[in-house]
């Protein structure tokens, strides 16, 4: 089912980066978004991501030598977007380890086609690290791949800031995350007030005494941590 396929969308342009993100949510896709390569790389190593979309000219490291490098590194496809349609540009991004290539403009239809392709034809290999990377604390426990928390049994329903805090600061447990890092990470735009108040709003879905936490720790002058078992 796509709803548990998590795109990453890089590109320069935000109008484009929006849209996009807008129409393959509304198709039922997880997306996260990054402007640039340094940003994607950041993203990289936060979530786990089934397929990335990603533009070819972006200043600083453009896709071409962004998508070589990860696919000398990491096997997760990758579908380039270019506004260059010449045979050799589409032959260069493929010599370079893309998987499809599509041209600006494109139709949004064709898009999610070769996107389900893509993912039709992709082994899921991330499958056993999606069961083995679970995260406990209390009565919780947390797989940041699949971006599900679960009490018992029973699933527990976050938005998608806060999961995407909660993703953060799963991935390095007991070691403390600024403020600066969470809103960078989870993709919370604003000031940093923005950040503590979706960590209130998680608190009171993951502890009992939200002014209390047990779990979810504020470090004095430097953000906030998460205490697993």
């Known amino acids: 089912m796509d709803g548990?396929?998590?795109?990453?969308?890089?590109?320069?342009?935000?109008?484009?980066?929006?849209?996009?993100?807008?129409?393959?949510?509304?198709?039922?896709?997880?997306?996260?978004?990054?402007?640039?390569?340094a940003e994607a790389r950041a993203k990289l190593q936060s979530f786990a991501f089934d397929l990335l979309i990603v533009d070819v000219m972006m200043p600083?490291?453009?896709?071409?030598?962004?998508?070589?490098?990860?696919r000398a590194a990491r096997g997760i496809p990758i579908l380039l977007l270019t506004a260059m349609a010449e045979p050799r540009n589409r032959i260069e991004g493929l010599e370079r380890g893309a998987d499809d290539y599509v041209v600006k403009p494109f139709e949004p239809r064709e898009l999610i086609l070769r996107i389900r392709n893509i993912l039709q034809r992709t082994p899921r290999e991330r499958e056993d690290r999606r069961e083995q990377a679970v995260l406990r604390f209390g009565e919780f426990?947390?797989?940041?791949?699949?971006?599900?928390?679960?009490?018992?049994?029973?699933?527990?329903?976050?938005?998608?800031?806060?999961?995407?805090?909660?993703?953060?600061?799963?991935?390095?447990?007991g070691t403390p995350i600024t403020r600066d890092a969470l809103s960078l990470e989870a993709d919370i735009a604003g000031t940093l007030r923005r950040v503590d108040v979706q960590m209130t709003r998680l608190r009171r879905k993951v502890e009992n005494d939200p002014k209390f936490p047990r779990y979810l720790q504020t470090v004095r002058g430097t953000g906030y941590v998460l205490k697993a078992d």
């Open 60 to 70: 600083g490291e453009d896709g071409l030598a962004l998508t070589a490098s990860l």
């Open 4 to 37: 548990d396929r998590h795109l990453l969308v890089v590109d320069d342009d935000l109008r484009l980066r929006e849209l996009l993100r807008r129409y393959l949510t509304g198709e039922g896709f997880r997306v996260t978004t990054a402007s640039d390569a």
């Open 141 to 173: 426990a947390f797989n940041p791949a699949r971006g599900e928390l679960t009490r018992g049994d029973e699933p527990v329903r976050l938005t998608t800031a806060e999961l995407a805090l909660l993703t953060a600061l799963a991935r390095t447990p």
